[in-house]
């Protein structure tokens, strides 16, 4: 979250066109390159974009070029100047601190998203951006890092002209991309709410610090998914809007569907920041009910012996002219007098309904 | 709640059009087909769709069919041929964690409905989806599981052509069915009403450990409920704006009149969601008051015994040279001291309006 | 507030068109005519519909029929048959658990009003339900128990054609009825305001439980009022839309100034909420400071008694060897020890500002 | 505030157009008029307004009548028959519990603004209604109490044709007065500011429950501030609409300065605002803070002296056959071991980090 | 904070026109004026705006002039006279305590911004006010303060014209000095958010008094922040709107960049202010566990100690007839009493886990 912020500030002071990458830079990049139409298709992967854009066959309705690490600065320019990209394009794709948006350029439309991992051992997940560009014919993704999540998708190209994607365009593509990302968003919060349905169980029955500290971690990433959620449902819905243009009237009725998706995953964030408001507000309450229990026990006993003590001290006490001292059931007496003390005590205390 | 994100998530990573039933699976299906017209109709309630389709009267104005239990996906595909449902249509209606949503198609409008039971017994409701499909001359309902819900409004098309709905064309029956949904949102309503009523009543009064996990489960409960009512309020809005499409102006003032309860049950589930949130801080306010209270029964023993124990320990002290503890009247005196001290204390918490 | 929503359960599950009246039944129907015009007036009151509707001049431009106490649903059947109402009309005027809404039919406007009654004694308000119907030439008006709130309006009319209502016409009638429930608004407000001041000035000098409970039950009364309130703006905010049709550019002035007399009324309720909410943290944090006095009274007396205590067990130990024991000053050595540490903690105290 | 309410309850059950003084009543009327052109002007102050109105000069392009103290309803009459006002205006002039609201009539616009006076001694401010009709060739404004507010602009419009207002009409005339009011928030709101300020150093440091009375004065200021602030918004953002009707392009971008004002000071009251919550916030846990100390002092004072007091009061007791006591080093040894608890004590308190 | 409204209320009751600067006094005045075209630039820097001027090149599309301190109201006034500005955009210059917004005037478009200056010593920012002019070919900027900010753009400018800015008109030198202070927001951010991560970790493990002043410290600035930036988005949406008029098309996607930047500046001041009010709840709730813990301790000394020091007061009374203190074992078989006492005690305490 606050590396997010980081990688902006570093823009900060930079005139418009300096092209920094602010992302991960370990990370060797991978361009694949897929072309097909209706009754053929080619792909091709590696690490030199020339050779790999080889790979296009001649009448391709669509071309989708992937690239997976975005450190070489030199491929990414050699992609813009073929395809005609904006130089604030190329810069937005390089700054990985990006807020999901969507921009209509003359020739093509550039979507920002953010693709979200849930890491199960971690109990937590990790955020990356994905960059995506979408022409008439072609569609170009840029990622920090690799990830299996499209394979689906490419799985589907090549099986053939019967199953899927290949008789339709580019904005089909684009569909079925986007999908992907908003319908892993429902992996992500699955996880956080099983990690909320656990809490929840302990939350009144033993509220421990720890409590704390996990209420605090998710509320941040609810946070944290909320900031990648709100601006990506603008985002369908301005596709939403596009239809004609470069959305077809059929993949329309996709993006809808999209719409409907993040829309639930929204629902879904508000309800559970809901949730966990109540959650800290019940934790709040149950550590003082716990102070009253414990408050209770100490009460009890200071009220129960403080005045048996004294009594007890009074006789202790050397003074030569003490009458009662010398009687012969003084002792039995006394105790018996610190008895009945102690009755009555609990017999207010159950009054009180303390015990 | 929780079970709802998990159906959903496990649609993630499946291709668009693979058709995988979410819910339930335990429920056989059965078909009810009701068809009449304004003099006539038929029934016929079976589990083969093509037997029950046989019930069809020729010059029907209206074709009801009804299916409850969703797991025989092979039913569902021949209905959706049958009707030439597109396939996005098929997937959410076997997809029962969706978000309540109305999409327009070129035949026909598709719903998505959450319905909802009140069970008086567990003190909580259980939640349904019900997916509704209006065509010209037909309307087709899929539940998850049988309820009679509906048995009313099948009751009234059996009982003749001047009772109701029969002179009337789908648009009716649909809104007699969203009304049946939206009415049985009062029931649950009443029922989460009547336990805030009875904690209300202890809030103040005795404030115990219960109610804070009470006061948690209706928030809870209410949270779900805003989920599946929100939308709703949107659906009936849309139906509204559909006069003269699919949507007769006869039919019209009634939709108009779903949309008034709806809203009615929203503005009840906000107040209730605005109670509960004053119950839990008045609930948070008598547990510090009940502390007030304890720590001022410690503090009222511990300054009388304290000061009194101590003069008690002072003449209990072996020094030799204590001319106190010879003279006649020391004990007596010492006690007479004793009972003055408690008296000022005593007066000192009137003062203070401790007592 | 539990009663409405018990009201609007009873509807559940019956068809629409069912007549069933939710309200108190033990109220005797009364209908009152008043039929007028710029010249002349007749008015009637009494049990029986026919009897009254004879009360009517020739050319009346209003006649005003008022129902009081709304068993008797044969009597409304007539009134609906002579008035052409639409079904779902009559059923919204029986079901007195409505919300507050307007609705416009082919030939008269039907509005549904909360009437507001104040108190003094319980220093509470009931809530009532108005309906209106609004035509060329008629209004009528049902309520669910007779008040004297409209008696103003009928003196006015009595009062011959110059001093006031006789000349205007049913859009006029209708405002006066409209403005004279929103007049009344501001008794209940200042009701509750004057309760509001009263705890005001207790909350921070003298928190008792009390309060809480004071506070949670004006809290509770104002959401009533905001539910009942808000839809009431909308609807004066329609009815200044519906210039020119049923609403004379006359009256549309009048109209405008309800509408900033329900905006004040709203804005009052508002801030009246947000002071209740601030006077709830005020009383928290009085709560709490009321334990660090009890506690640092306690502490006082306890860091103060307890050493010295101890000094005085000290010497009551039984060793045979303690030779401060035989010591002449011993005694008034310790005595004095036991002064100097109690000054030492006072010096404490006043340090820390405790006391 | 709460007279706000009240001023308006009085007026509930009166017919509309009953005139009826609602405000202070112990101010004798003062009417000032101001008549104005391009080159002379003339003015006249005194209690009769005929005599006044006589200071009109032929060509006045401005005839300014400012009436200071309402009491005089006849008057108040006179001049509405002169200018030809609708009754409900006169009404409007008489309430002074009115919201701030912008009416347009035929011939003139309606305006009712609140003024406030910051009151230096009292740390609080004063509120009052002012109205304001501005007119083709006439401005009449109303105000409940005289005040030197106005004083700058009679000034500028004395000092002649060459300083200022004379040159433009009625609607600058208009835009100096709000302006001059809008202007006098900035004066309060650097009061409340200054307040503000010195609770902010005292709260953290040292929590009083002074503090918490002076944040809940505050707060509830604002609200008043914020009731009387947000409408007047919309009343500029009116007349800014207005342009080319009553309002030249001229003084236009005069009110839109106006409305950048008005906007400041909301922005500045929700900030104060959010600052007084943060501060409650901040009050609430220096308060538990401060109970964490006085109880940390409680806790090392028992925890230290019960463990040697107990092992004192042991020796204290009277068996026979105690071997210790005749040792002839169990007195030190005893004091030694004392002394090791003491020590054992401190360690644990400095390991926890409370001492 | 409160410097800017104190600032604001020094202007309340003087005539619109009086020029009045409100901000420091102890800069000089420095002229900047830089007038470039395609091909050429001249660069001319002083105190004297006349001379300044003279740097004119003829054919420049653009002319810059940057004025730094804006003390000298007369050199202000005679470059207002230059280029037509209307009185109040003058006096807007000179009142420091501005509201940004955006103003069109008939011939140029009048710009306030608030500009940011991380101090990274103190941890906080500095806030400035920057007033912007935009003509036909010529750029005004005021700034209270000189300021390293804009230094690269100049920079930019006097590279050549392949370099960059020379090429383009006023409305890229325009985007160019917004884009910069916008960028400049997030050096502030990444500073304050520093400051969150560091308090962050601190929170649940060890909350001490001074994380509540950090807090509220921050949660301040957080304040201040938001009224800067917020009214910073509305003003590049109006230049966003301004496409075709003054804003050419080529310019229109930069500023489409800028409005995104600032929409993500404000996103992350919201997530931050909800991350800081988690934080705070955090707080109270680690402070009341660190509350429960002491009084834990408390409670087991006082629960163990009391009993025994109780049964060795029993045998320190001095009764003659006490048969067990003349027992031989007696006092050993009391010592093993009070063992047991403890342990039955310790094992209580282990059963509510609170050792």
Known sequence: MFSEVRKRSRKAGQPPGTL????????????T??????????????????ECLLAQIPNATTTWINLEGLRDIELLKKLA????????????????GQRPKIEEFDHYIFVTLKVLFWNGKKKSFSINQLSLILGENFVLTF??????????????????????LQKKSTDY?????????????FVVLEGLGDQIEKIEDLIVANPVKQTAKSLYRLKRQMLVLRKATWPTRDIVNHFFKLEGKIISTYTHVYFRDVYDHIAQAIDTIEMFRDMLSNMLDIYLSSLTNRMNEIIKVLTIFATI???ITFIA????????????????????M???????????????FRIKKWW
Chains 1, 2, 3, 4, 5 share one sequence.
């Open 334 to 348: 006394v105790l018996m007098g610190m008895v009945f003390v102690v009755i009555l005590m609990i017999i207010y």
């Open 313 to 332: 001290s009074i006789y202790g006490m050397n003074f030569h002219n003490m009458p009662e001292l010398q009687w012969k059931w003084g002792y039995p």
């Open 305 to 307: 012996f403080m005045p």
């Open 33 to 50: 390159v897929l072309s097909y139409n209706e009754h053929d298709f080619k792909e091709k992967n590696g690490a030199h974009l020339e």
């Open 143 to 164: 990622c920090e890092e690799p990830s299996i999540l499209f394979d689906g998708i490419r799985e589907r190209i090549r099986s053939g002209p019967n199953l899927g």
């Open 81 to 96: 100047d073929l395809y005609h990209l904006h130089p604030l394009t190329v810069e937005d794709i390089l700054n990985v």
């Open 173 to 185: 593509l684009t569909y079925r991309i986007i999908d992907t990302i908003v319908d892993n968003y």
């Open 20 to 31: 920094t990458y602010t992302g991960r830079k370990n990370i060797t990049p991978t361009v």
